[in-house]
């Protein structure tokens, strides 16, 4: 609490008063030490894989270079850690775009969900087909809905992407929208690893990952949810998850219907 104080002088310079402004900093301070670790999560998510890209490229000088096979296989490795900085960029502009734009701004449009739908999931089943996934949809006829699309469609390839990457091979995933009271119901099941109930409420924060390890190997950045909680609620909307530990999880988003 900040408090600061000052007289008040009457025409002829008499004390007539005081004026005591109290304010509670407690929020700012809150503020800058978030933002403050974020700052630090972030350099700190940008520095592992330059310290690997450098490791091999003195690798590679050191004499790694002369053996093509040898060259061949860290240079695809020093490529993979670039691609990941490149999506790690590419995550933070996004959330940085979502938190500037306001609702007022978003160029919102009616559009058919299932061919949204369709179009997030053609996206993903080339890594699915990889481990024998199937993701089925399920839309009733001519659903639709007022959002922005490009920005819909981001936050489905975002939970597909997760549903296929967080699943054994041969697990199928299936995306459903249907209509409810307040709004419609988009909603990404999967039959895979599951998450035990500590880690929920923590699930959409930046950087939040449950297996570091997994999620690097996967290629994640740790911020695909936070994106997909962001572009909810850029639509009035929210997300959740639903998920039992060793047997699959169901990511929904509400997104309200026009008021
Ligand atoms: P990442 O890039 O690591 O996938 P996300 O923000 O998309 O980042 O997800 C955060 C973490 O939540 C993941 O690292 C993973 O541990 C967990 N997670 C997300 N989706 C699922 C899912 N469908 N099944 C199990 N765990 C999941």
Do not use: W
């Amino acid at each position: 609490l900040k408090v600061r104080g000052t007289n008040l002088l009457g025409m002829q310079g008499a004390r007539i008063g005081a004026v005591v402004v109290f304010t509670d900093v407690s929020r700012l301070r809150r503020l800058e030490s978030l933002r403050s670790d974020f700052v630090a999560n972030v350099s700190h998510e940008l520095k592992t894989p330059i310290t690997s890209i450098k490791g091999f490229i003195e690798t590679l000088l050191d004499g790694a270079i002369n053996d093509p096979e040898e060259a061949d296989r860290f240079l695809r490795i020093v490529a993979k850690h670039a691609d990941r900085l490149n999506a790690i960029i590419d995550d933070l502009l996004t959330l940085s775009r979502l938190e500037q734009g306001d609702k007022e701004e978003m160029d919102l449009q009616k559009v058919g969900l299932a061919g949204l739908m369709n179009s997030a999931v053609e996206v993903c089943t080339h890594r699915a087909s990889k481990k024998n996934i199937t993701i089925s949809t399920e839309c009733p006829d001519h659903l639709s809905v007022f959002v922005n699309p490009p920005l819909i469609e981001q936050a489905l390839i975002n939970l597909i992407s997760n549903a296929v990457k967080y699943s054994a091979e041969n697990k199928d995933v299936a995306v459903c929208a249907s209509a409810v009271d307040d709004g419609v119901l988009l909603s990404v099941k999967d039959s895979g690893y599951g998450i035990a109930s500590e880690h929920l409420e923590r699930l959409f924060e930046r950087f939040y990952r449950i297996d570091k390890g997994r999620s690097r190997q996967e290629g994640g950045t740790g911020l695909g949810l936070a994106i997909v909680k962001h572009i909810a609620q850029a639509h009035g909307g929210a997300v959740s998850v639903e998920s039992i530990f060793g047997k699959g999880s169901t990511f929904s988003i509400l997104i309200p219907s026009e008021k």
